[in-house]
């Protein structure tokens, strides 16, 4: 099939490990920003940095990503146990494929851990904000509103992307280690861990980010409001979301 020709293997790994790191990226800018709205107050988030940042990232990781592949250091290959493509160091490039390793380790690593200590802080300010919550005007009631949003957001997002987090900390540790060596040779580990935590678990994000969206965002509802969501099986037409229905919840 498509996932045996190497260019569509190639095109289609890296475009995925692109989108995850811009993804994690992305939640780490959302997530950042709105704990220092909400630690301080009059401090102003730049919306154009952060939006200038977030091109710049990917297009670091566009750079790094083409030189390693063009210069044969990362090939990629279909694994058939697990029925995804993956990348690998290529035979006699190890050393500089083991840097590229660590780099894409980092780039999950340490975004999640900021997402965090984030989300955690929020909590922590949402929590105190709840019990003044009737003293509040219509203006700090709309910036609550946003931060339990985001709050959503992240924890869900935490919730998908923690196990990944702790595999490559054990890719990571494994390197020194003999222990978590033996882990990553476990049959169930090695076919399952990584398809589940790296590949599933995020898609399992995206499907749900959606859900949060019709629930949290007016904006949203108004947009989709105007739509009906229908699904057609053997002639039969069941409507499932309708624009009445969908107005309904606001």
């Given at each position: 099939?498509?996932?045996?020709?190497?260019?569509?293997?190639?095109?289609?790994?890296?475009g995925?490990?692109?989108?995850?790191?811009?993804?994690?990226?992305?939640?780490?800018?959302?997530?950042?920003?709105?704990?220092?709205?909400?630690?301080?107050?009059?401090?102003?988030?730049?919306?154009?940095?952060?939006?200038?940042?977030?091109i710049?990232?990917?297009?670091?990781?566009?750079?790094?990503?083409?030189?390693?592949?063009?210069?044969?250091?990362?090939?990629?290959?279909f694994?058939?146990?697990?029925?995804?493509?993956?990348?690998?160091?290529?035979?006699?490039?190890m050393?500089?494929?083991?840097?590229?390793?660590?780099?894409?380790?980092?780039?999950?690593?340490?975004?999640?851990?900021?997402?965090?200590?984030?989300?955690?802080?929020?909590?922590?300010?949402?929590?105190?904000?709840?019990?003044?919550?009737?003293r509040?005007?219509?203006?700090?009631?709309v910036?609550?509103?946003?931060?339990?949003?985001?709050?959503?957001?992240?924890?869900?997002?935490?919730?998908?992307?923690?196990?990944?987090?702790?595999?490559?900390?054990?890719?990571?540790?494994?390197?020194?280690?003999?222990?978590?060596?033996?882990?990553?040779?476990?049959?169930?580990?090695?076919?399952?861990?990584?398809?589940?935590?790296?590949?599933?678990?995020?898609?399992?994000?995206?499907?749900?980010?959606?859900?949060?969206?019709?629930?949290?965002?007016?904006?949203?509802?108004?947009?989709?409001?105007?739509?009906?969501?229908?699904?057609?099986?053997?002639?039969?037409?069941?409507?499932?979301?309708?624009?009445?229905?969908?107005?309904?919840?606001?």
């Amino acid at each position: 099939g498509m996932f045996g020709s190497e260019p569509f293997c190639t095109v289609w790994s890296v475009g995925f490990y692109l989108v995850l790191r811009v993804t994690v990226f992305t939640v780490l800018l959302v997530s950042v920003s709105r704990t220092l709205a909400l630690a301080l107050p009059v401090y102003k988030v730049n919306r154009k940095a952060v939006v200038g940042s977030l091109i710049a990232y990917s297009t670091i990781l566009i750079i790094i990503d083409t030189v390693f592949i063009v210069t044969g250091t990362m090939e990629t290959r279909f694994r058939k146990n697990e029925s995804f493509c993956e990348m690998f160091p290529a035979v006699g490039s190890m050393k500089y494929g083991e840097v590229y390793a660590i780099l894409l380790k980092l780039q999950l690593i340490v975004p999640t851990v900021f997402i965090l200590v984030s989300f955690l802080i929020t909590t922590l300010y949402i929590t105190r904000q709840r019990k003044v919550a009737q003293r509040m005007g219509k203006e700090e009631s709309v910036l609550r509103h946003v931060s339990v949003t985001v709050a959503l957001f992240t924890a869900v997002f935490l919730i998908c992307f923690l196990p990944g987090f702790v595999i490559q900390i054990l890719y990571v540790v494994s390197v020194r280690y003999e222990v978590t060596k033996e882990l990553r040779s476990n049959p169930i580990f090695k076919y399952y861990a990584h398809l589940i935590s790296v590949f599933l678990l995020p898609l399992l994000n995206s499907s749900l980010n959606p859900c949060l969206y019709l629930t949290r965002m007016p904006q949203y509802r108004t947009w989709s409001g105007k739509r009906s969501l229908q699904v057609t099986i053997k002639g039969k037409t069941w409507v499932l979301l309708s624009a009445k229905s969908q107005s309904s919840l606001a």
